[in-house]
């Protein structure tokens, strides 16, 4: 892998069936016009997607001060925590830096405009209110910007600071808390997607405000998600970070190995390292999909390629704006132009030797925690059964 930060970018001590096919996909750089085309893989290589005609976080605060009068409030909950988290500048930085994510946003509202002129929108989630204020600038009638963490306080700043007040209102609170001063809107944005796509449960607040203020054929941006899964070799970053706890100057601390295998680890794959094609798990239509949706279990067949050794699976997603005059999105995956969100790798137990031809075949099941549901767990099936591999097991994983 290239740039091994582990889960530095995570708030705790660690950062559809087999046979849907992805579409063929189409992608230009805005700057050097390169194209790329792929027919059984989603890659992006720049925050613009396009379907061909013939196809249908995070730099975390850091802990405590030493001024801070306790360390750890007792009545927080999991859900302060998290929004805590955005309290800080530092995450926002990387998230305005992730060009990808950013300027896809920006060419979705500024290339869109008919979309927004005189619409009311809601920004759910809002930040330091960068959306709200691409929607503001191309002419939308008034835009409301949720932010639950202190950032809502600099948001108001900059929309001051930008001509903006009087088109944009900046509401401190949760979204389920809220009232809005008025009953419907037009049009949601939000970006809510986390590691993983569904890492800290985001998606759920989006849903709960669609279905409480969004007009009939209202607009969700963006309207649909996808979650792909292919495998690599990684011997050298398995054993250094996982293998290790094996012998630590001639102690044997593999109780820990348990615990970081249990962990996905949130970092940046060489694409050289994939092993296999990669599988189409999930799309979710964010306009139509309940809460539920977000759970579900997938079939997964990955073919190996070439003859190679196969020591983790790996996880990233794509996002589509379906309703813009001209389609657009980007992907998370190893072959895509670099994101925040990076990729997720899960380790397997097993070290599968696999030859050209032969495939891994299992199923991938997901859902929120049941104790804190921003956190997600995965359980794992895979079996093999080739030449000189025969094996079969069951993993389980938490994102937290």
Known sequence: ?????????????????????????????????????????????????????????????????????????????????????????????????????????????????????????????????????????????????????????????????????????????????????????????????????LYENMLDTVLYARDKWLVKDGLVLPDKASLYLTAIEDADYKADKIEFWNDVYGFDMSCIRKQAMMEPLVDTVDQNQIVTNCQLLKTMDISKMTSGDASFTAPFKLIAERDDYIHALVAYFDVSFTK???????????????????????????????CQGEAVVGSMTVAPNKKNPRDVDIMLKYSVNGRHCHVSRTQYHRMR
């Open 1 to 197: 892998m290239d740039s091994r930060t582990n889960n530095e970018n995570q708030n705790s001590a660690s950062t559809s069936t087999h046979d849907l096919k992805p579409s063929k996909i189409k992608f230009q750089y805005e700057d050097d016009e390169q194209v790329v085309e792929q027919g059984d893989e989603t890659v992006t290589e720049s925050s613009n997607l396009e379907i061909d005609e013939d196809v249908s976080m995070c730099g975390r605060p850091a802990s405590a001060s030493a001024n801070d009068d306790s360390i750890v409030d007792v009545d927080k909950t999991s859900a302060d925590y998290y929004f805590d988290s955005y309290s800080h500048f530092g995450i926002h930085e990387e998230m305005l830096k992730d060009v990808v994510r950013t300027k896809t946003y920006q060419n979705v509202i500024y290339k869109n405009s008919f979309l927004f002129k005189d619409k009311v929108v809601l920004d759910v989630g809002a930040g330091t209110g960068i959306l709200s204020l691409f929607c503001a600038k191309v002419g939308a009638k008034h835009v409301y910007a949720i932010e639950c963490s202190s950032m809502a306080d600099m948001a108001q700043e900059i929309v001051k600071l930008n001509g903006f007040s009087d088109v944009i209102t900046v509401i401190k609170g949760k979204v389920e808390e809220i009232d809005l001063p008025i009953p419907q809107v037009d049009i949601i944005i939000s970006e809510w997607m986390g590691y993983f796509l």
């Open 324 to 354: 813009c005059h001209k389609l657009l999105g980007f992907s998370t995956g190893p072959k895509s132009r670099g994101t925040h969100w990076k990729q997720t790798v899960l380790y397997l137990e097993d070290v599968i030797t696999i």
